[in-house]
């Protein structure tokens, strides 16, 4: 017996008209538009780098604590 079911699905959609499955996607989607974060420029959002080039030993990137991005901030001095 086959029998019809109708779904619904959530999705978060940015300004820019992606869809999202997850709202934190969304808004880390929105922050990159914004200007407010942008790739890591060390890691180039890998996250983590190559200790000592030869492909055997990784670190975390310290210039992004490995998130993959790096955040807008403005320093008063």
């Known amino acids: 017996m086959i029998k019809e079911v109708t779904v619904e699905y959530q999705r978060f959609q940015t300004r820019d008209g992606m869809l999202f499955e997850k709202r934190e996607d969304a808004k880390h989607h929105e922050k990159v538009l914004n ?3 942008k790739t890591c420029p060390r ?3 890998a996250k983590k780098l ?3 080039g030869d492909g ?3 670190m975390t990137c310290n210039s992004c604590s490995g998130k ?3 955040e807008k901030c403005e320093v008063w001095q």
């Open 50 to 52: 190559d200790a000592y």
């Open 43 to 45: 890691c180039e959002g």
């Open 68 to 70: 993959g991005y790096v």
């Open 35 to 37: 200007g407010t974060i």
């Open 56 to 58: 055997r030993q990784w």
